[in-house]
T-cell receptor, first 114, second 111 residues
Framework: DAGVIQSPRHEVTEMGQEVTLRCKPISGHDYLFWYRQTMMRGLELLIYFNNNVPIDDSGMPEDRFSAKMPNASFSTLKIQPSEPRDSAVYFC????????????FGPGTRLTVL | SQQGEEDPQALSIQEGENATMNCSYKTSINNLQWYRQNSGRGLVHLILIRSNEREKHSGRLRVTLDTSKKSSSLLITASRAADTASYFCATEKSSGDKLTFGTGTRLAVRP
């Protein structure tokens, strides 16, 4: 298996633009997690899905952030409109079960909002 | 606030030495996991220890868990330059499916 795939790897955009980050989890994994990593706040869980259903989105910063998982092999994280404080590395991770299983992380998307 | 806090924040050792990192947490947990992150990469799972376990080994890694003190340690023996990375502990609270990650320890192994 290729592991968790994220695209793009790097994104530079201007404030106010819409940003869409994409993730393909490992086949057969039921859980998908979106994280954000910054120097100031560390690694934060934004939202996670179980069997394509959002379970906990309490980490989503505000209404500008939205996430979808239309099928078992694809998820998106959208920021609209983007702001400079959204600059961070965004990781997608998947696992066979909940957090009693190891999580497999993608390589991340480095987002810079100018 | 962070569930897990690693100590020290940064550690620099010579190749061949042992490295010990500690993690403290605040609430009861089901399990605790350790992850490694190389610069510019995603996190990689190292080891999982359940709340009813006290020690676990994997190759050069040894993890201990003391639930009475709400702490865990990760020992890397005979360190190598390739062990240079950030190390994070992550805890699963007694209910729920999500992990809460600590602040990480940056380990530098000098050749």
């Amino acid at each position: 298996d290729a592991g968790v795939i994220q695209s793009p790897r790097h994104e530079v955009t201007e404030m106010g633009q819409e940003v869409t980050l994409r993730c393909k989890p490992i086949s057969g994994h039921d859980y998908l997690f979106w994280y954000r990593q910054t120097m100031m706040r560390g690694l934060e869980l934004l939202i996670y899905f179980n069997n394509n259903v959002p379970i906990d989105d309490s980490g989503m910063p505000e209404d500008r952030f939205s996430a979808k998982m239309p099928n078992a092999s694809f998820s998106t994280l959208k920021i609209q409109p983007s702001e400079p404080r959204d600059s961070a590395v965004y990781f997608c991770a998947s696992s066979l079960g909940g957090s009693h299983y190891e999580q497999f992380f993608g390589p991340g998307t480095r987002l810079t909002v100018l | 606030s962070q569930q897990g806090e690693e100590d020290p924040q940064a550690l620099s050792i010579q190749e061949g030495e042992n490295a010990t990192m500690n993690c403290s947490y605040k609430t009861s947990i089901n399990n605790l996991q350790w992850y490694r992150q190389n610069s510019g990469r995603g996190l990689v799972h190292l080891i999982l220890i359940r709340s009813n376990e006290r020690e676990k080994h994997s190759g050069r890694l040894r993890v201990t868990l003391d639930t009475s003190k709400k702490s865990s340690s990760l020992l890397i023996t005979a360190s190598r330059a390739a062990d240079t990375a950030s190390y994070f502990c992550a805890t699963e609270k007694s209910s729920g499916d999500k992990l809460t990650f600590g602040t990480g320890t940056r380990l530098a192994v000098r050749p």
